[in-house]
């Protein structure tokens, strides 16, 4: 087992987050270089690291943002397809990543609420089935790589969709198997070992597959299905270090 995978199934995610941030910066300058880049924040490596719960991905995680492929994707989607940072929005992070949530924060366009049951990051400790937000209340909602850890996805994607004002967007990502057309889950399996297995992840309860996007537009979204290769080339895709065949769910709400 790699040091890498080692602490991310030892540690637990709240005090991850707050060991990364201590050695985030001797690492970015160990790993300094021009073979990668990460447009977040612009800085280049000769190597990105490793991660994976279960089996590691090579070369993804960038060592500046600790972004993975798909922070970076939807950066690049917010940053190529959106008004995200120009327009006057209020927004909704749920279970905000490290690797957005000071770069949002500073942003005088935005007026930036943060909620998780857990993370350090969180401004409102909240359950994503029972948020305690007003309805019609944000005109931009994030929720990634969330509902796979949540027995109840549809009463989650009920609340995402009920404070998310009409004509606002959410993007809610999650581990999606695309060679999967119906999403897997088992109720039954309840042991960290068995889960990750199944499911990817020690603390999934399932994995998702084609139908994840007809399962948001049951719920009322309307949603674009937005391919990596729709908003980078193939040269960045290499040089961001993207996932070629992920797609970007853009969940609008209807006016």
Request: include cysteine; charge should be positive; hydrophobic fraction near 35%.
């Given at each position: ?94 279970a ?15 007026s ?56 606002g ?43 994840y ?31 070629k ?11």
């Open positions: 087992m790699s040091i890498f995978k080692f602490l991310l199934n030892a540690i637990p995610r709240p005090l991850l987050i707050k060991v990364s941030y201590l050695t985030r910066p001797v690492i970015s300058f160990l790993l300094r270089g021009k073979r990668y880049t990460d447009p977040i924040d612009g800085k280049k490596f000769r190597k990105f690291l490793p991660y994976g719960y279960e089996s590691q991905r090579e070369n993804v995680l960038a060592p500046s943002t600790l972004s993975l492929e798909r922070h970076r994707f939807l950066w690049l989607y917010l940053k190529r397809k959106s008004s995200f940072f120009s327009n006057t929005q209020k927004v909704l992070h749920i905000p990543e490290q690797c957005f949530f000071k770069r949002f924060k500073k942003q005088e366009n935005l930036y609420l943060t909620c998780d049951l857990h993370s350090p990051l969180a401004d409102i400790k909240a359950d994503i089935c029972n948020l305690p937000l007003e309805s019609n209340a944000f005109d931009v909602v994030f929720c990634n790589h969330v509902l796979e850890h949540v027995n109840d996805d549809k009463k989650a994607m009920q609340e995402l969709f009920r404070v998310l004002k009409p004509g967007f959410g993007i809610f990502q999650v581990p999606q198997d695309l060679n999967r057309h119906k999403t897997y889950e088992d109720f039954k399996i309840t042991s960290p070992q068995e889960r990750k297995k199944h499911f990817g992840q020690y603390d999934h309860v399932r994995i998702y597959g084609e139908d996007f007809e399962k948001l537009r049951d719920i009322g979204f309307e949603v674009s299905e937005i391919k990596c290769t729709d908003i980078a080339t193939e040269d960045e895709i290499n040089n961001y270090r993207l996932m065949n992920e797609i970007l769910p853009v969940c609008k709400k209807p006016d």
